[in-house]
T-cell receptor
Framework: NAGVMQNPRHLVRRRGQEARLRCSPM?????VYWYRQLPEEGLKFMVY????????ESGMPKERFSAEFPKEGPSILRIQQVVRGDSAAYFC???????????FGDGTRLSIL | QQQVKQSPQSLIVQKGGISIINCAYE??????FPWYQQFPGKGPALLIA?????SEKKEGRFTISFNKSAKQFSLHIMDSQPGDSATYFC???????????FGGGTRVLVKP
């Protein structure tokens, strides 16, 4: 039973480029969450999605960041025109419903040159 | 009102000793309090979780104590082992599947 799969594991971008991070939830899980972790800090919530719907995006920066979870395929976190401050580990978690625990993937480490 | 404060930032314990990590929260609407363990290069893994209707929950060597009136909860790792060396995060949310508010983490080192 595969866990939450994130790819790529490492992503390097130059300032101004776009970064696309993918997350495939655990089988049977329709709820996806994205978190960001800066070095030596805790995880910060970004966005909560259920198939085709954004449930809570209160942690998403207002500009350059977007997320989707289409009916088919993985959830995508998209960062446009990346800046150095976007360098972080981005974690995805999934759960089968809103009352079940969240299980995390191993993250994507984004480095901005 | 959304903060979760965690202490200490780091902890060194001898093999066989007890590791104690404390967290305090502000939002009284929180009703789910999980602890996660994270190894370098890996994602957080759920260790144990508690809800405010119980004051203590034990799973193996891991115990959560919860004090609702003080808005505090703690993780005790009994008989600590070198393999327990990791970063531990407390978190809180309004439901298990709702957004988690994390503490800043505690780096635990267990010396053999």
């Amino acid at each position: 039973n595969a866990g939450v799969m994130q790819n790529p594991r490492h992503l390097v971008r130059r300032r101004g480029q776009e970064a696309r991070l993918r997350c495939s939830p655990m089988k049977g899980h329709s709820h996806v969450y994205w978190y960001r972790q800066l070095p030596e800090e805790g995880l910060k919530f970004m966005v909560y999605l259920q198939k085709e719907n954004i449930i809570d995006e209160s942690g998403m920066p207002k500009e350059r960041f977007s997320a989707e979870f289409p009916k088919e395929g993985p959830s995508i976190l998209r960062i446009q025109q990346v800046v150095r401050g976007d360098s972080a580990a981005y974690f995805c978690a999934s759960s089968p419903d809103k009352n079940q625990p969240q299980h995390f993937g191993d993250g994507t480490r984004l480095s901005i040159l | 009102q959304q903060q979760v404060k965690q202490s200490p930032q780091s902890l060194i314990v001898q093999k066989g000793g007890i590791s104690i990590i404390n967290c305090a929260y502000e939002n009284t609407a929180f009703d789910y309090f999980p602890w996660y363990q994270q190894f370098p290069g890996k994602g957080p893994a759920l260790l144990i979780a508690i809800r405010p209707d119980v004051s203590e929950k034990k799973e193996g060597r891991f115990t959560i104590s919860f004090n609702k009136s003080a808005k505090q909860f703690s993780l005790h790792i009994m008989d600590s082992q070198p393999g327990d060396s990791a970063t531990y995060f407390c978190a809180a949310s309004k439901a298990a599947g709702n957004k988690l508010t994390f503490g800043g983490g505690t780096r635990v080192l267990v010396k053999p």
